[in-house]
């Protein structure tokens, strides 16, 4: 049923056939993501397939599977983000359809689909922007650095001395 994974696929081909897909792309090949990351070693398992769509435009649906390493904000050590995300993505469909349907649409380079890219914006987008251990208290300072930093009042004969200089 799953054929070895391409890094692009003929849309309108793939749809005739109707075939799934299913491989592993190494993060370090992805280097858009690589830099919101901690490190470039992981793997993402993906499983997909192309779709004719109940809309006027083909549609690849598929899964990502990964546990990608990040630095927690809170204590700044590495952590294991683990993702999965499903996707459904038009393919060339125009604006109103987008609209219609509420889903997203990626656009064909001549006719071909970049899976590599495809799963690569799929998890820019669904990487939280900050993250954190789930243990609040993974860094004992941290209740300390967060406190506000004393309001520093001038000393106001400090600006008269100023004023004196100039
Ligand atoms: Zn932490």
Redesign the pocket.
Known sequence: MQDKLRRRYQIHKEVSRGCSYGGKIRVRDLTRLAEFLYSDDATIEVEFEFIRSEYDAPMVKGRLDTSLLVE?Q????V?EKPLAIDFSLLVDAVDELVTESSLDTIYSQDGYVDIFEVAEDELILGLPLVN??D?VA??KYWSAQEQEPEATLENPFSVLDKLKIN
């Open positions: 927690c809170r204590c700044l050590k952590m954190m251990h243990d993974c860094n």
